[in-house]
């Protein structure tokens, strides 16, 4: 099971069941988890039929699809996944940031998929507030990562005061 | 020049001791080659033809005479006694070992100097005019603007991995020497009619596979907005870049595919988040980054010396030293002086360790212990007193630095090419040197007059060789290394491309294909005109029908 860890780098239980890709309406009714994190086309197509199953849900986007199309949305989704392919893909931390900034979404971002221990902390410092590690990375190596710098330049989602104006 | 406070230092620390743990998880076998590669390249660590390359920042081409010596201990120490001057304001050492990389870059640390972000899909080393803060006429010193886009851009956590390697130039000097405009992101220092300070933006310029000159995105940005727009940019391209083709994945494509208007609504959308926001600059940033940019305590002395006037008047020598390398100061009795790095039979841009030490000397002796390095890969003396001009040329003829050939023929751009760099088609310093030995006169050097000439092993064009006035680019015919030349390319503010002149030629023929076409510059040019003004005037076909009438 890959360890899934939040912001601070604590683990923390995964109640959630992702489905794949190609996931259909058919599973979700015939599923018996009552947490489902859904890719973001299923949740396009059939938001209505689905919201209609009493079921909480969550979703998933790769890299190539864009998070603006949640807009109105939000509210009903307490968790958006967004998944690395490789984790040289870096579109998805503007994915994180435009969430975050743009549409104010406050809930849970996770990052899954090719998630390693050297981007933790700039994913973090983008708006990320969990992390579903993949299989070779170990606890407290995740840990360290989180924890690489001690401070940085930028405005960002998690410290919008960019250095220049907290220099002392 | 810019002083690391204990922030920056921290996060200098904190880098070494990040890259020290990735490497030796990597020899440890925790840490995949794959996974190893990206993180190593954000350190500015290659894995070359022959040994690992290690590219080190000078940002913005401002390095001090302690920071010189720190890289000849490391040339010396680490490497095999020489350093690499690049054409992005970078030096490059060509036989560290891997397991020692942790150690040099905490050796750079200590003169506050490091190799982050000088490779790798990420934001590069901000480059400048070489010239900055002491040209005479410059519109703004544009160090202070380099500085604060140095910061923004260290570890921005949002465009680590951008779809391909991203640089930025700011320029705020009339002639441009930074080659804005061939950058992904070029910013000219302007005023606006009410005399507020901003930037003209320009985006989607770059050499490489398919060269083009930036578009211009924005007439102008005023100060304020400048990180906040940067980040506007960067979004765009992180998001919408193209990630499936590396050849295509620059943001020059994306400009050209989009089209620069709609480009800038999708750059103009995303700022509307940014803009006013809480990285907007403000007046204490820009004084505080500016207070590292002060004049040093110059003297006050009559811009004409008796001395001067008699070597002029009776020492050839260094009379065309003087007027190549020696150039107009902002303060009088002050001069710019230029070391040219392109001695005859070393590679251009190479220096020994043992010159970087002596030059370092000079920069205490005579220049307030500064130096600049340029994109034309030279150094650069920017505050020399004019009554020491004869001392400082008797010494730089000692060491074989005096060269008389700023801005001429023999003051070639060469990249490493096929010597060294493993990406090459063909070699550049063979070709380089067979046209400098070829040419190594200084009468011939003189009469030829202004020209560039840049070469480069393969399309990557780290030479910048489409923006040479003549343009020289390794190719590879059936296994054979060949020559292809373009004529016509500049990279000042009236930047162009070269066009190609025709079939490519073998290597032993090129100098005398550069010979031919300077035979019909020379024979058809007016008085005063340089090269590229009479090409501009007679077009590429008077050349093509001369060399290729005779060597084919
Ligand atoms: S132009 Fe090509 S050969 Fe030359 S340094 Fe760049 S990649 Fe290497």
Redesign the interface.
Known sequence: MPQLIDVLGNPVENPWLSLAKDATLEEVRQSSDKLLLLPFQLWLAEKAALLATGKTFGVWLDSDQSCELLAGDLGLLPLVALNFPTFMDGRHYSSAVVLRQQMQYDGDIRAIGDVLRDQLFFMKRCGFSSFLLKDSVKLEDAQRGLRDFTTSYQSTVEQPEPLFRRRA | MYRY?N?DQ??LQ??IA?FRD?TRRFLDGELESS?YQ??RLQNGLYIQRLAPMLRVAIPYGCLSSRQLRKLAHIARFYDKGYGHFSTRQNIQFNWPKLPEVPDILAELAEVEMHAIQTSG?CIRNTTTDQFAGVAPREIEDSRPWCE?IR??S?????????PRKFKIAVCGTEQDQAATQVHDIGLYLTRNFTGDLGFQVLVGGGLGRTPVIGQVIREFLPWQHL?TYLDAIL?VY??EGR?DNKYKARIKILVKELGIDAFRDRVEAAWD??RD???T??E??VR?CKRFFTDPPYESLPDHNAAVAAALATDVRFTNWHDRNVRQHKRPGYRIVTLCLKATGSAPGDLSAEQMDFVAELADRYSFSELRVTHEQNLVLTDVRLQDLPALHAALLREQLATPYTGLLNDMIACPGGDFCSLANAKSIPIAEAIQRRFDDVELQKRIGEITLNISGCMNACGHHHVGNIGILGVDKKGEEFYQVTLGGSSDRKAALGKVLGPSFAQKDMPEVVDKILQVYLARRTADERFIDTYQRIGIEPFQEHVYATTH
């Open positions: 406070d922030y921290q996060m904190d880098r990040q990735q996974q990206p993180l899909n604060i910061q923004w260290t570890f921005h956590p949002e465009f680590a991995h951008l990180l979004r992180n998001r990630r988040q940014g926001g809480p990285a600059l403000t204490d940033e505080r």
